[in-house]
């Protein structure tokens, strides 16, 4: 929203497609004249194939700022020895793996424009470790490095 209130018009990419549907509309709704695009892409899978429709999507596009808060925390503060490795790897991929990827491919279109900066949103569980949330911590602390 911030963004279209500055004019830039805003591709939004998520996991799930009606929360994104809800995003755009309010965007038009609010501000007229800013063009959304809004892609829902399985970040859990790992599977490059998901990214390809992104790729479609901006190869055109002239993207000028990249805000990437790719994201999943643990589904209940726990333990490590008692998180699953469903979760883990759940997590691992998202945040890490989910994160390098959507940069690479944005940061591959700003360049060739020579546009604008990427923020990465870390958490405070990068700078400490949390109890409870290792494989998170552990996950943004190596996006902020």
């Given at each position: 929203m911030q963004l279209a209130t500055k004019g830039?018009?805003?591709?939004?990419?998520?996991?799930?497609?009606?929360?994104?549907?809800?995003?755009?509309?309010?965007?038009?709704?609010?501000?007229?004249?800013?063009?959304?695009?809004?892609?829902?892409?399985?970040?859990?899978r790992n599977d490059s194939a998901d990214y390809e429709p992104l790729m479609a999507l901006v190869k055109d596009l002239h993207i000028a700022i990249l805000i990437d808060n790719v994201s999943k925390s643990n589904n209940i503060a726990i333990p490590f020895l008692e998180t699953s490795g469903m979760e883990m790897d759940e997590i691992i991929t998202i945040n890490v793996n989910g994160t390098l990827k959507i940069t690479q491919i944005l940061e591959l279109c700003m360049d060739l424009r020579k546009r604008g900066?990427?923020?990465?949103?870390?958490?405070?569980?990068?700078?400490?470790?949390?109890p409870f949330l290792a494989t998170y911590s552990s996950s943004?602390?190596?996006?902020?490095?």
């Amino acid at each position: 929203m911030q963004l279209a209130t500055k004019g830039f018009n805003v591709v939004l990419v998520s996991g799930t497609q009606s929360e994104l549907t809800t995003l755009a509309q309010a965007i038009k709704s609010k501000y007229s004249g800013i063009q959304t695009k809004a892609l829902a892409i399985g970040f859990e899978r790992n599977d490059s194939a998901d990214y390809e429709p992104l790729m479609a999507l901006v190869k055109d596009l002239h993207i000028a700022i990249l805000i990437d808060n790719v994201s999943k925390s643990n589904n209940i503060a726990i333990p490590f020895l008692e998180t699953s490795g469903m979760e883990m790897d759940e997590i691992i991929t998202i945040n890490v793996n989910g994160t390098l990827k959507i940069t690479q491919i944005l940061e591959l279109c700003m360049d060739l424009r020579k546009r604008g900066p990427t923020l990465t949103m870390g958490a405070f569980g990068s700078l400490l470790p949390t109890p409870f949330l290792a494989t998170y911590s552990s996950s943004k602390a190596f996006v902020q490095h």
